[in-house]
């Protein structure tokens, strides 16, 4: 199983070092010296990981064979790909594989179905659920715990306890002003 676990960003220094975009809660693990990526798009890769580094808080990466600023710039927006076993789980409980949440479905903590994770976003800010729900139409739900109450992938579904206003138009606004 492929699971993308970084994006390159832009060439950082002359001597083919990248910075990334981490999208794996196990960097140490993915994206240390010696591993072997595949890429999208596939042309660019795969790639070999010769060295690896923080600085200023972002990680930077030296792929073999990429020795200037050149060939660095030309690898940016590429997806860093890792080969995982089917059957291997993160280290955390509460830790999830995109592969693990794709097709849950979504309830309410009442019952109500939402619909089915369909595709997981990662933004810088937090982790999206884009839930398709059974009218066709989608809806965005932040993978944060206050929201999603309960993963629970033996009954393969999600349990959201949503604020007014996330999964319909009908947000409650309460007015300060006076009706009178």
């Known amino acids: 199983m492929q699971l993308v676990v970084a994006r390159i960003g832009r060439a950082h220094g002359i001597k083919g070092e990248v910075t990334v975009e981490v999208r794996t809660d196990e960097p140490e693990l993915r994206l240390a ?25 972002r990680l930077l990466l030296r792929f073999e064979g990429v020795k200037d600023r050149n060939g660095a710039e030309a690898l940016r927006n590429t997806l860093l790909i890792a ?13 999830y594989y995109d592969h693990q949440l794709m097709d849950l ?14 595709e997981i ?15 066709g139409t989608e809806v965005m739900i932040p993978f944060v715990s206050e929201i999603v ?16 206003g996330l ?14």
């Open 149 to 164: 109450t309960e993963i629970d992938l033996e009954e393969q579904r999600a349990v959201i306890d949503p604020p007014p």
């Open 83 to 95: 080969e995982v076993d089917p059957d291997e789980l993160p280290e955390e409980d509460d830790e």
């Open 121 to 135: 976003s990662h933004l810088p800010s937090q982790d999206l659920f884009i839930v398709e729900r059974p009218d």
């Open 105 to 118: 479905d979504v309830v309410t903590t009442d019952g109500v179905e939402v619909g089915r994770i369909t």
């Open 167 to 180: 999964i319909d138009d009908r947000a409650e606004i309460d007015s300060t002003r006076d009706d009178s």
């Open 33 to 57: 010296p010696g591993a072997v990526l595949l890429t999208d798009p596939a042309s660019t890769g795969p790639l070999t990981i010769e060295t690896g580094r923080v600085h200023s808080g």
